[in-house]
């Protein structure tokens, strides 16, 4: 039998049955000292319960001494003996580094090494490949089912533990007082998860020995596992709430079990407090399994509760932390669809302003890598755009061409261009709306090439009229127009006309008037005019003069029009003075239309 004996070791034989070595234990005698040679048997190749807690500092100074005087295979039976030391205390990462510096070459030296070895990866909870073969299954092992229900859990094998979760328990009494601590809180809940429930009851009990588990997570985890699964839902909720209140892994897994059984009730106030429990909770643990279970249970519970938002930022604070595995991707088909919908009310009007850009900025640490979060920032460029909201429409401009450009935002290039081209025309666009010209013509300096036709025509005739704004006579002139517009006829007119080219002026205006007769306005018309008289193109004048009444409502415009129109007397040789007077008639009728605020 073990060589611990005292009273716990004895509570473990009662509570599971093994009355016969019970029986056998002296209370009354105290613990002697390790002997210096092991049994017969299975002892020789692992015996965890073969060192005393009480004296792991004088085991291990003994062992460092007798390892600088070895020599050969003795050396060997050192090192072994150092890393079953380990392995009692469950230093379980001495014990494997110790085993790497072992060169077995005995048959027992390679038996106990295996021992060794495999041990150390059960008790990591790591699975052992060919374990049927392991010393650990050695027939006449007491322990062995011990190891292969640890076997069976690391490898998920539901028939091996069935088969084994009984006599395991036994196996516990064969072990050191510190690996019967780790693992308890593990076989009770294998015990509750087979539905061996008198084992696990009997489990629970003995966790009463042990304060420091049983008043700790994993006590109060265990007992609300335990009545959950016998149908006491109760008493199963106020364990887990309990249990939720502390900081390692199995509050972690209470704040699940409540969000589950939340979930399983579905009612409002079920989600209510399974939100408020992971919540407080949401801080305590990070990494691992468990946490991505939390976001993927907060995200649902935030749905049931119609919180789009908050499930959005569940979602997005999974895809951050766990960017690689299935549930992420999940995660991001899933968010795409709501966030599709959110930006969708927000431009419907459905949604105020100050909490849109708000949440819009919650959302960007999480979804700037989604290919159409950059698209969402557009949307409420233009949204803000359309309110004349300038400035914060050209933020956002700004930061979608930041995110297009984002190495992470995995669009085909040529893509990318196409929308970075679109948005620094909005933004050149947005310049210019609030009065930014310099900084308008700065972004179409440094725009890229356009990628089609249309691109062309939209750059150059944003660029003519940035330049036209901004009174750039020189650079506006030698603007290529590929398809003129009626905005840059208009323009190019009046700057020819500025400049005193009237006849250029002319041409223009009559370009102007032929290809866009809808868009010719009683202001071009009085431009011509204006062109036309500095030139004396009467025919122009004439024109121009017999179409007022059709460009303007104004009826003193119209009548001044009609005394311009008026036929001239018939010139003779000495009736000079007629034609002056048609001349004066002009003057007046062209400082009329200057005083007007008409003319430049």
Do not use: C
């Amino acid at each position: 039998m073990p060589r611990i004996k005292n009273i716990f070791v004895l509570t473990v034989l009662v509570a599971f049955g093994v009355q016969g070595l019970a029986a056998s234990v002296d209370m009354a005698e105290p613990e002697p000292n390790p002997p210096a040679i092991r049994h017969e048997g299975w002892q020789m190749e692992m015996d965890l319960a073969y060192w005393q807690t009480a004296t792991l500092h004088d085991d291990l100074k003994a062992t460092v001494e007798a390892l600088s005087a070895a020599h050969g295979m003795e050396k060997q039976d050192v090192l072994l003996n150092a890393a079953e030391l380990y392995l009692s205390h469950m230093l379980i990462y001495e014990a494997s580094s110790t085993l790497e510096g072992v060169t077995p070459e005995t048959e027992p030296q390679k038996v106990r090494y295996a021992a060794l070895t495999h041990a150390a990866h059960l008790l990591e909870g790591k699975q052992v490949d060919g374990f049927n073969t392991s010393p650990l299954m050695a027939e006449g092992r007491p322990d062995s089912p011990f190891w292969a229900s640890l076997q069976a859990i690391a490898s998920a094998d539901v028939q091996m533990l069935g088969a084994n979760i009984k006599p395991s328990f036994s196996g516990l009494t064969y072990q050191s007082r510190a690996v019967l601590r780790a693992m308890l809180p593990v076989f009770t809940e294998a015990a509750i998860e087979t539905r061996n429930m008198d084992h696990a009851k009997a489990a629970l009990g003995l966790l009463t020995e042990l304060p420091d588990l049983n008043n700790a997570p994993v006590g109060y985890f265990l007992r609300g596992r335990a009545a959950e699964v016998v149908g006491n839902e109760p008493g199963a909720l106020d364990a887990y709430f309990e249990a939720a209140k502390g900081w390692d892994q199995y509050a972690a897994r209470a704040r699940l079990a409540v969000a589950d059984m939340s979930l399983k009730n579905g009612s409002p106030g079920a989600l209510l407090a399974a939100r408020s429990t992971l919540t407080e909770g949401a801080e305590s643990w990070r990494g691992n399994r468990y946490e991505l279970e939390l976001l993927r249970r907060m995200a649902r519970i935030h749905d049931g509760l119609g919180d789009d938002v908050q499930g959005l930022l569940a979602r997005g604070k999974l895809i951050m932390r766990f960017s690689h595995v299935q549930e992420a991707e999940t995660a991001r088909q899933e968010a795409k669809v709501l966030l599709k919908a959110f930006y969708q009310k927000g431009t419907d009007g459905a949604l105020p302003l100050g909490p849109w850009i708000d949440v819009h900025l919650q959302f960007l640490p999480f979804f700037r890598t989604l290919n159409q979060f950059p698209g969402h920032t557009e949307d409420l460029g233009d949204f803000l755009m359309s309110l004349g909201a300038t400035d914060l429409a050209t933020r956002e401009y700004r930061r979608a061409m930041n995110l297009l450009k984002d190495s992470n935002v995995s669009l085909s290039e040529a893509r990318k261009a196409r929308d970075i081209f679109r948005l620094q025309m909005k933004l050149a666009k947005s310049q210019l709306h609030a009065g930014l010209t310099a900084e308008a013509r700065v972004t179409l300096d440094l725009i890229g090439s356009p990628v089609g036709t249309t691109e062309t025509q939209d750059l150059a005739s944003l660029r003519a009229r940035v330049l036209a704004e901004m009174g750039d006579k020189p650079a506006f002139l030698e603007t290529s127009m590929p398809k003129p517009s009626a905005e840059y006829l208009r323009n190019l007119a009046l700057v020819l006309s500025e400049e005193g080219r009237w006849a250029s002026a002319i041409d223009v205006f009559q370009q102007l008037w032929e290809r866009f007769p809808k868009e010719f306005s009683v202001n071009d018309a009085t431009h011509l005019l204006i062109a036309a008289n500095r030139t004396d193109q009467t025919m122009a004048i004439d024109k121009v003069l017999r179409a007022f009444p059709s460009l303007t409502d104004s009826k003193p415009l119209i009548k001044l029009a009609k005394s311009i129109d008026a036929e001239a007397p018939q010139l003779m040789p000495l009736r000079a003075d007629t034609a002056q007077q048609r001349l004066d008639a002009l003057k007046n009728a062209f400082k009329s239309i200057k005083d007007s605020g008409i003319s430049p």
